[in-house]
Protein backbone atom coordinates (compact mmCIF):
# COMPACT_ATOMS: atom_id res chain seq x y z
CA UNK A 1 0.00 0.00 0.00
CA UNK A 2 1.15 3.34 -0.92
CA UNK A 3 2.40 5.68 1.90
CA UNK A 4 1.38 8.96 1.80
CA UNK A 5 1.82 11.71 4.70
CA UNK A 6 -0.65 14.06 5.24
CA UNK A 7 0.66 17.92 5.10
CA UNK A 8 -0.81 21.22 5.68
CA UNK A 9 -0.82 24.25 4.35
CA UNK A 10 -1.98 27.77 5.60
CA UNK A 11 -5.00 27.69 4.19
CA UNK A 12 -5.63 23.67 5.68
CA UNK A 13 -5.83 25.22 9.53
CA UNK A 14 -6.79 27.81 11.92
CA UNK A 15 -5.90 28.62 15.64
CA UNK A 16 -7.85 28.00 18.26
CA UNK A 17 -8.51 31.18 19.98
CA UNK A 18 -7.97 30.87 23.99
CA UNK A 19 -8.43 32.87 27.02
CA UNK A 20 -6.11 36.67 26.80
CA UNK A 21 -5.55 38.94 29.82
CA UNK A 22 -4.23 41.56 27.66
CA UNK A 23 -5.24 43.94 25.02
CA UNK A 24 -3.81 42.91 21.17
CA UNK A 25 -1.86 46.38 21.09
CA UNK A 26 0.00 44.93 24.31
CA UNK A 27 1.50 42.16 22.27
CA UNK A 28 5.10 42.61 21.83
CA UNK A 29 6.30 41.36 18.24
CA UNK A 30 10.04 41.23 19.17
CA UNK A 31 11.90 38.50 17.16
CA UNK A 32 15.37 36.82 16.90
CA UNK A 33 16.27 36.56 13.46
CA UNK A 34 19.59 35.17 13.93
CA UNK A 35 22.73 35.09 16.33
CA UNK A 36 22.46 38.68 18.06
CA UNK A 37 19.66 40.11 15.49
CA UNK A 38 16.46 41.19 16.98
CA UNK A 39 13.67 42.84 14.83
CA UNK A 40 10.91 44.38 15.88
CA UNK A 41 8.58 43.45 13.46
CA UNK A 42 8.93 39.50 12.24
CA UNK A 43 9.00 40.49 8.71
CA UNK A 44 11.77 40.18 6.38
CA UNK A 45 11.39 40.86 2.59
CA UNK A 46 12.97 38.35 0.14
CA UNK A 47 15.61 38.43 -1.88
CA UNK A 48 13.78 38.99 -4.91
CA UNK A 49 15.30 41.52 -8.32
CA UNK A 50 11.59 42.90 -7.90
CA UNK A 51 11.24 43.02 -3.67
CA UNK A 52 14.53 44.34 -2.29
CA UNK A 53 16.92 46.76 -3.24
CA UNK A 54 18.21 49.59 -0.58
CA UNK A 55 15.22 51.56 -0.67
CA UNK A 56 12.89 48.42 1.36
CA UNK A 57 15.69 47.57 3.07
CA UNK A 58 15.87 51.11 4.44
CA UNK A 59 11.98 51.52 4.95
CA UNK A 60 11.46 48.19 6.12
CA UNK A 61 14.01 47.96 8.53
CA UNK A 62 13.15 51.64 9.97
CA UNK A 63 9.72 49.78 10.97
CA UNK A 64 11.57 47.31 12.48
CA UNK A 65 12.05 44.61 9.84
CA UNK A 66 14.72 43.64 7.86
CA UNK A 67 15.43 43.81 3.91
CA UNK A 68 17.62 41.27 2.09
CA UNK A 69 19.13 42.57 -0.69
CA UNK A 70 19.24 40.15 -3.90
CA UNK A 71 22.15 39.17 -5.87
CA UNK A 72 20.94 39.58 -9.46
CA UNK A 73 23.39 42.41 -9.13
CA UNK A 74 27.12 42.64 -9.34
CA UNK A 75 28.83 41.86 -5.95
CA UNK A 76 30.00 45.29 -5.91
CA UNK A 77 27.14 46.49 -6.70
CA UNK A 78 25.17 44.65 -3.86
CA UNK A 79 27.87 46.06 -1.42
CA UNK A 80 26.92 49.71 -2.54
CA UNK A 81 23.18 48.75 -1.87
CA UNK A 82 24.23 47.29 1.33
CA UNK A 83 26.42 50.08 2.32
CA UNK A 84 23.80 52.54 1.47
CA UNK A 85 21.23 50.97 4.17
CA UNK A 86 24.17 50.90 6.67
CA UNK A 87 24.44 54.61 5.86
CA UNK A 88 21.07 56.15 6.32
CA UNK A 89 20.90 55.88 10.30
CA UNK A 90 24.23 57.29 11.69
CA UNK A 91 24.78 56.83 15.06
CA UNK A 92 28.50 57.50 16.32
CA UNK A 93 30.37 58.95 13.84
CA UNK A 94 33.77 57.09 14.31
CA UNK A 95 36.44 59.86 13.06
CA UNK A 96 34.45 62.82 13.26
CA UNK A 97 35.99 66.25 12.39
CA UNK A 98 37.90 67.93 15.55
CA UNK A 99 40.30 70.90 16.19
CA UNK A 100 43.80 70.57 18.72
CA UNK A 101 44.47 72.90 21.00
CA UNK A 102 46.86 75.75 20.17
CA UNK A 103 44.45 76.09 17.27
CA UNK A 104 43.08 80.21 17.13
CA UNK A 105 39.41 80.65 16.33
CA UNK A 106 39.89 81.79 12.51
CA UNK A 107 41.66 78.47 12.60
CA UNK A 108 38.00 76.59 13.77
CA UNK A 109 36.27 79.44 11.39
CA UNK A 110 37.72 77.59 8.66
CA UNK A 111 37.04 74.21 9.46
CA UNK A 112 33.55 74.96 10.28
CA UNK A 113 33.06 76.85 6.88
CA UNK A 114 35.33 74.16 4.70
CA UNK A 115 33.78 71.26 6.56
CA UNK A 116 29.93 72.41 7.06
CA UNK A 117 30.55 71.01 10.51
CA UNK A 118 29.34 73.26 13.32
CA UNK A 119 30.69 71.82 16.53
CA UNK A 120 33.72 70.14 17.27
CA UNK A 121 35.37 68.16 19.61
CA UNK A 122 38.98 69.74 21.23
CA UNK A 123 41.60 67.95 21.48
CA UNK A 124 45.06 67.70 23.42
CA UNK A 125 46.80 64.98 21.49
CA UNK A 126 43.78 62.20 21.41
CA UNK A 127 42.26 63.38 24.57
CA UNK A 128 39.30 65.60 24.71
CA UNK A 129 39.81 68.53 26.19
CA UNK A 130 36.52 70.60 25.16
CA UNK A 131 33.92 71.53 22.17
CA UNK A 132 33.62 74.53 20.50
CA UNK A 133 30.23 75.53 18.60
CA UNK A 134 28.69 78.21 16.96
CA UNK A 135 27.09 79.29 20.32
CA UNK A 136 30.84 80.08 21.86
CA UNK A 137 32.25 81.62 18.98
CA UNK A 138 29.35 84.03 18.48
CA UNK A 139 30.50 86.94 20.88
CA UNK A 140 34.17 85.95 20.17
CA UNK A 141 35.96 89.45 18.14
CA UNK A 142 39.49 88.10 18.65
CA UNK A 143 40.14 85.55 15.67
CA UNK A 144 43.32 85.38 16.96
CA UNK A 145 42.14 83.99 20.27
CA UNK A 146 43.49 80.09 21.47
CA UNK A 147 40.30 77.74 21.35
CA UNK A 148 40.90 76.89 24.55
CA UNK A 149 39.80 80.04 26.15
CA UNK A 150 36.80 80.36 24.10
CA UNK A 151 35.63 76.39 23.96
CA UNK A 152 33.07 74.68 26.32
CA UNK A 153 35.09 72.96 28.92
CA UNK A 154 32.11 71.30 30.86
CA UNK A 155 31.47 68.71 29.05
CA UNK A 156 28.51 66.30 28.73
CA UNK A 157 29.69 62.70 27.06
CA UNK A 158 29.38 59.36 27.24
CA UNK A 159 32.37 56.98 28.32
CA UNK A 160 32.84 53.54 26.77
CA UNK A 161 29.95 51.93 24.59
CA UNK A 162 26.77 54.12 24.94
CA UNK A 163 23.21 52.79 23.85
CA UNK A 164 20.65 54.39 21.56
CA UNK A 165 18.80 55.06 24.85
CA UNK A 166 21.64 56.38 27.45
CA UNK A 167 22.81 58.92 24.55
CA UNK A 168 18.85 59.66 24.16
CA UNK A 169 18.31 60.67 27.76
CA UNK A 170 21.67 62.65 27.89
CA UNK A 171 20.25 64.66 24.83
CA UNK A 172 16.79 65.07 26.26
CA UNK A 173 17.95 66.14 29.37
CA UNK A 174 20.53 68.63 28.80
CA UNK A 175 19.20 69.68 25.36
CA UNK A 176 23.24 69.71 23.72
CA UNK A 177 23.33 69.11 20.03
CA UNK A 178 26.55 66.81 19.76
CA UNK A 179 27.94 63.78 22.41
CA UNK A 180 30.83 63.45 22.29
CA UNK A 181 32.17 59.46 23.22
CA UNK A 182 35.60 58.56 25.05
CA UNK A 183 37.19 55.47 26.49
CA UNK A 184 38.35 55.30 30.23
CA UNK A 185 41.53 57.32 29.39
CA UNK A 186 40.24 60.34 28.22
CA UNK A 187 40.82 59.65 25.04
CA UNK A 188 38.16 60.62 22.12
CA UNK A 189 36.30 57.64 19.99
CA UNK A 190 33.43 58.96 18.70
CA UNK A 191 31.09 61.52 18.51
CA UNK A 192 26.95 61.26 18.05
CA UNK A 193 25.01 64.68 16.95
CA UNK A 194 21.47 65.77 18.26
CA UNK A 195 19.95 65.18 14.07
CA UNK A 196 21.26 61.38 13.97
CA UNK A 197 19.48 61.29 17.33
CA UNK A 198 16.47 62.55 16.01
CA UNK A 199 16.07 59.64 13.32
CA UNK A 200 16.48 57.37 15.51
CA UNK A 201 13.67 59.47 17.48
CA UNK A 202 10.77 59.39 14.49
CA UNK A 203 11.78 55.79 14.25
CA UNK A 204 11.99 53.78 17.44
CA UNK A 205 10.87 50.63 15.97
CA UNK A 206 13.82 50.64 13.76
CA UNK A 207 15.54 47.30 13.55
CA UNK A 208 19.05 48.42 14.66
CA UNK A 209 22.62 46.55 15.57
CA UNK A 210 25.44 47.41 17.87
CA UNK A 211 26.70 50.01 16.17
CA UNK A 212 22.87 51.78 15.42
CA UNK A 213 22.94 51.34 12.09
CA UNK A 214 19.94 49.84 10.49
CA UNK A 215 19.96 45.52 9.86
CA UNK A 216 20.05 44.18 6.59
CA UNK A 217 20.95 41.22 4.90
CA UNK A 218 22.67 39.86 1.48
CA UNK A 219 21.96 36.56 -0.44
CA UNK A 220 24.89 34.83 -1.58
CA UNK A 221 25.58 31.31 -3.27
CA UNK A 222 27.17 28.57 -2.83
CA UNK A 223 29.64 29.60 -6.02
CA UNK A 224 29.67 33.52 -5.09
CA UNK A 225 30.07 33.33 -1.25
CA UNK A 226 34.31 33.74 -1.73
CA UNK A 227 33.73 37.44 -3.50
CA UNK A 228 30.67 38.49 -2.40
CA UNK A 229 31.04 37.96 1.77
CA UNK A 230 34.50 40.47 1.64
CA UNK A 231 33.23 43.27 0.17
CA UNK A 232 29.70 42.89 2.11
CA UNK A 233 31.45 42.60 5.52
CA UNK A 234 33.16 45.92 4.58
CA UNK A 235 30.14 47.69 4.43
CA UNK A 236 29.13 46.05 7.64
CA UNK A 237 26.33 43.44 6.32
CA UNK A 238 24.78 41.75 9.66
CA UNK A 239 23.76 38.55 7.85
CA UNK A 240 24.13 36.51 4.55
CA UNK A 241 21.39 34.37 3.71
CA UNK A 242 22.32 31.68 1.58
CA UNK A 243 20.02 31.44 -0.97
CA UNK A 244 18.94 28.39 -3.07
CA UNK A 245 15.65 26.43 -4.19
CA UNK A 246 17.53 23.31 -2.36
CA UNK A 247 19.38 23.57 1.03
CA UNK A 248 19.39 20.12 1.71
CA UNK A 249 22.02 19.69 -0.75
CA UNK A 250 26.22 18.85 -0.80
CA UNK A 251 27.12 22.35 -2.37
CA UNK A 252 24.89 24.11 0.64
CA UNK A 253 26.26 22.36 3.39
CA UNK A 254 29.73 22.95 1.82
CA UNK A 255 29.32 26.71 1.26
CA UNK A 256 28.22 27.15 4.80
CA UNK A 257 31.00 26.33 5.89
CA UNK A 258 32.68 27.55 3.95
CA UNK A 259 31.19 30.85 5.09
CA UNK A 260 31.67 29.95 8.94
CA UNK A 261 34.81 28.79 7.99
CA UNK A 262 36.68 32.25 6.26
CA UNK A 263 33.95 34.73 7.49
CA UNK A 264 32.98 36.21 10.85
CA UNK A 265 28.98 36.51 9.72
CA UNK A 266 25.84 35.07 10.60
CA UNK A 267 24.62 32.66 7.65
CA UNK A 268 20.99 31.99 7.13
CA UNK A 269 20.82 28.81 5.35
CA UNK A 270 17.94 27.25 2.85
CA UNK A 271 15.79 26.54 1.48
CA UNK A 272 14.34 23.28 3.31
CA UNK A 273 11.24 21.64 3.98
CA UNK A 274 11.21 19.19 6.66
CA UNK A 275 13.58 18.51 9.68
CA UNK A 276 16.23 16.58 8.04
CA UNK A 277 17.48 19.42 6.08
CA UNK A 278 16.75 21.80 9.05
CA UNK A 279 19.13 19.29 10.99
CA UNK A 280 21.31 19.03 8.32
CA UNK A 281 22.08 22.95 7.93
CA UNK A 282 22.01 23.71 11.61
CA UNK A 283 24.65 20.78 11.80
CA UNK A 284 26.67 22.77 8.88
CA UNK A 285 26.77 25.94 10.74
CA UNK A 286 24.04 28.07 9.91
CA UNK A 287 22.63 30.59 12.59
CA UNK A 288 19.20 30.47 11.11
CA UNK A 289 17.30 28.49 9.17
CA UNK A 290 15.01 29.51 6.09
CA UNK A 291 12.08 27.27 5.05
CA UNK A 292 10.08 26.74 2.19
CA UNK A 293 9.87 24.45 -0.89
CA UNK A 294 7.50 25.58 -3.49
CA UNK A 295 4.99 27.97 -1.45
CA UNK A 296 5.93 31.26 -2.99
CA UNK A 297 3.42 32.73 -5.03
CA UNK A 298 5.19 33.33 -8.48
CA UNK A 299 6.78 29.64 -7.87
CA UNK A 300 6.55 26.91 -10.38
CA UNK A 301 9.06 24.29 -8.18
CA UNK A 302 6.00 21.74 -7.11
CA UNK A 303 4.93 21.52 -10.39
CA UNK A 304 7.73 21.33 -13.04
CA UNK A 305 9.83 19.13 -10.61
CA UNK A 306 6.49 17.47 -8.81
CA UNK A 307 7.99 18.09 -5.05
CA UNK A 308 7.54 20.17 -2.29
CA UNK A 309 5.48 20.33 1.04
CA UNK A 310 2.85 22.22 1.97
CA UNK A 311 4.31 25.08 3.76
CA UNK A 312 2.88 25.17 7.46
CA UNK A 313 4.00 21.39 7.80
CA UNK A 314 7.09 22.27 6.42
CA UNK A 315 8.04 25.26 9.07
CA UNK A 316 6.68 22.87 11.69
CA UNK A 317 8.44 19.86 11.01
CA UNK A 318 12.00 22.12 10.91
CA UNK A 319 10.74 24.28 14.05
CA UNK A 320 10.72 21.05 16.00
CA UNK A 321 14.34 20.35 15.15
CA UNK A 322 15.49 23.79 15.18
CA UNK A 323 13.67 24.63 18.46
CA UNK A 324 15.84 22.36 20.11
CA UNK A 325 19.26 24.13 19.01
CA UNK A 326 18.09 27.24 19.57
CA UNK A 327 18.11 28.27 16.72
CA UNK A 328 15.60 30.41 14.54
CA UNK A 329 13.59 29.52 11.61
CA UNK A 330 12.23 31.82 8.85
CA UNK A 331 9.15 30.98 6.96
CA UNK A 332 9.78 31.83 3.22
CA UNK A 333 6.85 31.99 0.73
CA UNK A 334 2.91 31.57 0.41
CA UNK A 335 2.23 34.10 2.98
CA UNK A 336 -1.14 35.49 1.39
CA UNK A 337 -2.62 37.38 4.54
CA UNK A 338 -1.93 39.04 8.12
CA UNK A 339 -3.40 35.88 9.43
CA UNK A 340 -0.62 33.74 7.49
CA UNK A 341 1.82 35.19 9.76
CA UNK A 342 0.56 34.11 13.06
CA UNK A 343 -0.03 30.73 11.53
CA UNK A 344 3.47 30.60 10.34
CA UNK A 345 4.76 31.69 13.95
CA UNK A 346 2.06 29.40 15.50
CA UNK A 347 4.27 27.01 14.01
CA UNK A 348 7.39 27.51 15.32
CA UNK A 349 8.87 30.11 12.60
CA UNK A 350 10.42 33.44 14.49
CA UNK A 351 9.56 35.30 11.85
CA UNK A 352 8.49 35.24 8.20
CA UNK A 353 9.71 36.43 4.83
CA UNK A 354 7.75 37.76 2.28
CA UNK A 355 7.64 38.59 -1.61
CA UNK A 356 4.38 38.91 -3.03
CA UNK A 357 2.86 41.52 -0.55
CA UNK A 358 5.96 43.74 -0.74
CA UNK A 359 6.47 43.50 -4.57
CA UNK A 360 3.12 45.81 -5.12
CA UNK A 361 4.81 48.54 -2.56
CA UNK A 362 6.49 51.84 -3.42
CA UNK A 363 9.41 50.68 -2.09
CA UNK A 364 9.84 47.67 -4.71
CA UNK A 365 12.21 48.14 -7.27
CA UNK A 366 9.98 46.63 -9.60
CA UNK A 367 8.62 48.15 -13.30
CA UNK A 368 5.09 50.10 -12.40
CA UNK A 369 3.05 49.32 -14.98
CA UNK A 370 -0.65 50.48 -15.95
CA UNK A 371 -3.36 48.03 -17.04
CA UNK A 372 -6.66 48.26 -17.98
CA UNK A 373 -5.95 51.44 -16.32
CA UNK A 374 -4.69 50.82 -12.98
CA UNK A 375 -1.44 50.30 -11.16
CA UNK A 376 0.39 47.42 -11.25
CA UNK A 377 4.44 46.69 -10.06
CA UNK A 378 5.69 44.27 -11.71
CA UNK A 379 6.81 40.89 -9.63
CA UNK A 380 8.73 37.75 -10.95
CA UNK A 381 10.15 34.55 -9.57
CA UNK A 382 13.95 34.64 -9.53
CA UNK A 383 13.31 31.05 -11.19
CA UNK A 384 11.60 32.90 -14.63
CA UNK A 385 12.88 33.27 -17.37
CA UNK A 386 13.76 37.10 -17.14
CA UNK A 387 15.34 36.81 -13.85
CA UNK A 388 17.58 33.19 -14.66
CA UNK A 389 18.74 35.67 -18.41
CA UNK A 390 20.27 38.20 -15.34
CA UNK A 391 21.72 35.76 -13.22
CA UNK A 392 19.79 33.88 -11.07
CA UNK A 393 20.41 30.38 -12.70
CA UNK A 394 22.06 28.86 -10.25
CA UNK A 395 19.49 29.21 -7.20
CA UNK A 396 18.11 26.39 -9.08
CA UNK A 397 20.48 24.50 -9.90
CA UNK A 398 21.22 25.69 -13.84
CA UNK A 399 24.62 26.73 -15.29
CA UNK A 400 25.02 29.90 -17.36
CA UNK A 401 24.47 29.13 -20.43
CA UNK A 402 21.81 26.22 -19.99
CA UNK A 403 19.05 27.18 -21.91
CA UNK A 404 16.56 27.95 -18.79
CA UNK A 405 13.92 25.52 -17.48
CA UNK A 406 12.48 28.07 -15.52
CA UNK A 407 10.69 27.36 -11.72
CA UNK A 408 8.99 30.85 -11.85
CA UNK A 409 6.49 32.84 -13.72
CA UNK A 410 6.63 36.94 -14.50
CA UNK A 411 3.62 38.47 -13.56
CA UNK A 412 2.41 41.83 -11.77
CA UNK A 413 0.39 42.64 -8.49
CA UNK A 414 -1.28 45.94 -7.80
CA UNK A 415 0.49 48.81 -6.25
CA UNK A 416 -0.02 49.10 -2.59
CA UNK A 417 1.80 52.65 -1.84
CA UNK A 418 3.91 53.53 0.76
CA UNK A 419 5.53 50.35 3.04
CA UNK A 420 4.83 52.10 6.57
CA UNK A 421 0.81 52.08 6.32
CA UNK A 422 1.13 48.32 4.97
CA UNK A 423 3.24 46.89 7.16
CA UNK A 424 1.16 48.42 9.83
CA UNK A 425 -2.01 46.48 8.63
CA UNK A 426 0.31 43.13 8.68
CA UNK A 427 1.80 43.54 12.06
CA UNK A 428 -1.48 44.79 13.88
CA UNK A 429 -3.07 41.57 12.42
CA UNK A 430 -0.56 39.32 13.59
CA UNK A 431 -1.02 41.15 17.25
CA UNK A 432 -4.60 40.59 16.89
CA UNK A 433 -4.46 36.94 16.08
CA UNK A 434 -1.56 36.90 19.23
CA UNK A 435 -4.86 38.81 21.60
CA UNK A 436 -7.16 35.89 20.31
CA UNK A 437 -4.42 32.94 21.32
CA UNK A 438 -3.61 34.54 24.69
CA UNK A 439 0.18 35.05 23.46
CA UNK A 440 1.66 38.09 24.89
CA UNK A 441 5.07 37.26 22.67
CA UNK A 442 6.41 35.97 19.60
CA UNK A 443 8.11 33.02 21.95
CA UNK A 444 4.65 32.22 23.56
CA UNK A 445 3.24 32.17 20.42
CA UNK A 446 6.01 29.84 18.54
CA UNK A 447 5.16 27.69 21.35
CA UNK A 448 0.95 27.58 20.69
CA UNK A 449 0.60 25.10 17.96
CA UNK A 450 -2.99 25.00 18.94
CA UNK A 451 -4.30 24.21 15.16
CA UNK A 452 -7.86 22.51 13.52
CA UNK A 453 -7.69 21.40 10.32
CA UNK A 454 -10.78 22.93 8.15
CA UNK A 455 -12.89 21.30 5.20
CA UNK A 456 -13.19 23.43 1.89
CA UNK A 457 -16.46 24.27 3.37
CA UNK A 458 -14.67 26.10 6.68
CA UNK A 459 -12.31 27.85 4.14
CA UNK A 460 -15.06 28.92 2.70
CA UNK A 461 -16.86 30.09 5.62
CA UNK A 462 -13.78 31.88 6.76
CA UNK A 463 -13.13 34.29 3.92
CA UNK A 464 -15.89 36.59 2.73
CA UNK A 465 -19.00 35.15 1.48
CA UNK A 466 -22.31 35.68 0.24
CA UNK A 467 -21.94 39.36 -0.16
CA UNK A 468 -20.74 41.84 -2.93
CA UNK A 469 -17.48 43.80 -1.97
CA UNK A 470 -18.13 47.45 -2.42
CA UNK A 471 -15.51 49.21 -0.40
CA UNK A 472 -12.62 46.93 -0.58
CA UNK A 473 -10.32 46.51 2.99
CA UNK A 474 -6.35 47.38 3.11
CA UNK A 475 -5.56 44.05 4.59
CA UNK A 476 -8.06 41.88 2.63
CA UNK A 477 -8.51 40.79 -1.18
CA UNK A 478 -9.53 37.72 -2.79
CA UNK A 479 -7.89 36.92 -6.14
P1 LIG B 1 5.82 34.84 -1.93
O1 LIG B 1 5.92 35.82 -0.83
O2 LIG B 1 4.72 33.84 -1.73
O3 LIG B 1 5.69 35.50 -3.26
O4 LIG B 1 7.16 33.98 -1.94
C1 LIG B 1 8.44 34.55 -2.01
C2 LIG B 1 9.49 33.45 -1.96
O5 LIG B 1 9.37 32.60 -3.11
C3 LIG B 1 10.93 33.92 -2.00
O6 LIG B 1 11.40 34.39 -0.78
C4 LIG B 1 11.66 32.69 -2.47
O7 LIG B 1 11.97 31.79 -1.44
C5 LIG B 1 10.65 32.03 -3.39
N1 LIG B 1 10.95 32.23 -4.79
C6 LIG B 1 11.53 33.29 -5.41
N2 LIG B 1 11.57 33.03 -6.71
C7 LIG B 1 11.00 31.85 -6.89
C8 LIG B 1 10.83 31.13 -8.14
O8 LIG B 1 11.03 31.68 -9.21
N3 LIG B 1 10.45 29.88 -8.05
N4 LIG B 1 10.61 31.38 -5.70
Not at 51 to 70: N, S
Not at 393 to 412: A, F, L, N, S, T
Request: net charge negative; proline share 4%; with cysteine.
Amino acid sequence: MIQVEEKYSYDDVLLIPSYADFLPGEASVKTRLAGDIWLNAPIISAAMDTVTEYQMAIALALEGGAGVIHRNLSPEEQAQQVGRVKRYLNWIISSPVVVQKGQTVADVEKIMTDTGVTGLPVLDGTILCGIITNRDMRFCSDLSQKVEDVMTTNLILERGTPTVETARDKFDKHRIEKLPVVDNGGHLTGLITVSDMEKHKNFPMAAIDDSGSLVVGAAVSPNDYMQRIPLLKAKGCNFVVLDTAHGNSLSVMQAIEGIKKNFDILVVGGNVSDGDGARRLIDAGSDAIKVGVGPGSICTTRIVAGIGVPQLSAVYESAEVAQKFDIPVIADGGIKYSGDITKAIAAGASCIMVGNLFAGLKEAPGKEVIFEGRIFKQYRGMGSIGAIKEGSGDRYQMKKDDEPVPEGIEGRVPFKGELKPYLNQLVTGLQKGMGYCGCRTIEQLRSYKKFVKISSAGLRESHAHDVNITQEAPNYSRY
